[in-house]
């Protein structure tokens, strides 16, 4: 680096920072390096491909009156696009002439072809043109805070929601974490959030993405050696919202690249938000530099709803379709499917389509055949109460001692079995599930769990209780 193009260019930089937002100056200019000045045409070596195109989208004016300020009329500017060492061969550089300086210049090697233009940004692998970028926030505008219903199970998590939604990257909420098993509303409810936020703030670069699919692209950009311009498509991003995280577990690569844009997107005031069947705590192969970003907003918990609140999404769903249905069977499918929204949906969807296909009258007979039907095909949760019960039973206490100070064996081994049977069958958190037996934390659950699966290996009495009750709780 010769000290005249770094003089140039500090120069250049002092102009384009009192003209432009502090943060959009950290993220856009300070990764840029001065390479060289070869008569009036100054060589700026950028991270990426997409970070050069959107220099050229959003700030190729400033750029021109800062360099034109220095090295008079006649200045260019050249850009060096440093191509990523992904396989460990030696990548050369590619130099770009911006669009306001296109004069031919000798490229080597390897070329980016600019041709590839789309007017919608759908994925990172879609580099967007020169005009008109417009990243698709993949947004289920069905999903909205209207129709999730409030109740106990989902009020800490539905107002965090709200919270982020009137404020994005403004609250402590922020990443915002929401767990919890399956069909309970986690990915609704994300939605949810996205959908207010971009009605609030339209400006604002919002994207849904699953965890899954956001792993495919990490994996088809490095097959493809780009991936800084998949890392620098993330960073831009105003509101991302990534579901079920835990499809991360054991993917070292894809939990590497994700620590890095969720530190930039932190740092810079940005939103996250995230959804998982599990607290972080009970996260398996999740690195533990990222579970402790994880654990720096609010996890929140979506709980199996309770009568009334499965009452109310029963009655709000026949409001939207349209439909018309006593209160007493409403009240019978609640009482019955307590297992999570999306059974109770699906049953009450059932019951109105017999209904109008048989031509039959909505009848608590026909509830009672539908609901028994549905419960009898679908795989019912085992409460945490019920297993408690179960093994009090068995060791012949009541459920009091089960949960009690006392550290008498027995005593303590039925209640490490009730511990390693509710982690096993239920989707409860480990927090959750202490909490539940005996007021204990998390970390007594896990030294449980590990205790009883040490003594089913090396004790045969254990592993018969452990057995025995298995063939208990069976469902």
Known sequence: MTTTAQTVWNNCLNFIKDNIQPQAYKTWFEPIVAVKLQENALSIQVPSKFFYEWLEEHYVKIL?????????ETAKLVYIIKMENTYGNKQPFTEKIPSSNRTPVKSQEVDIPLNNKSPELKNPFVIPGIRNVKIE???????????????????????????????PGGTSFNPLLIFGGVGLGKTHLAHAIGVDIKDKYPEKTVLYISAEKFTQQYIDSVK???????????????????????????????????????NHLHQNGKQVILTSDKAPVDMQDIEQRLLSRFKWGLSAELQNPDFETRVSILKNKLYRDGVEMPDEIVDYVAKNIKSNVRELEGAIISLIAQSSFNRKEITIDLAKQIVEKFVKNTKRE??????????????????????????????????????????????????????????RDHATVLHACKTVDNLSSTDKQFRKYVEDIAKKLAV
């Open 382 to 439: 085992v409460s945490i109460d019920y297993i408690q019960k179960v093994v009090s039973d068995y060791f012949q206490m009541d459920v009091d001692t089960l949960q009690s100070k006392t550290r008498k064996r027995h005593i303590v081994q039925a209640r490490q079995l009730a511990m390693f049977f509710a982690k096993k069958m239920t989707k409860a958190s480990l927090a959750s599930i202490g909490s539940q037996i005996g007021k």
């Open 64 to 72: 021109k009156v800062a360099l034109t300020k220095e090295l008079g």
């Open 137 to 167: 926030s993949q947004l289920n505008p069905n999903y909205s805070f209207e129709n999730f219903l409030e109740g106990d199970s989902n009020r800490l998590a539905r107002s965090a929601g709200l919270a982020v939604a009137a404020k």
């Open 224 to 262: 493809k050696n780009n991936r800084n311009d998949f890392i620098h498509f993330y960073q831009i991003i105003d509101v991302l919202i990534i579901d079920d995280v835990q499809f991360l577990s054991g993917k070292s690569g894809t939990q590497d690249v994700f620590f890095h844009i969720f």
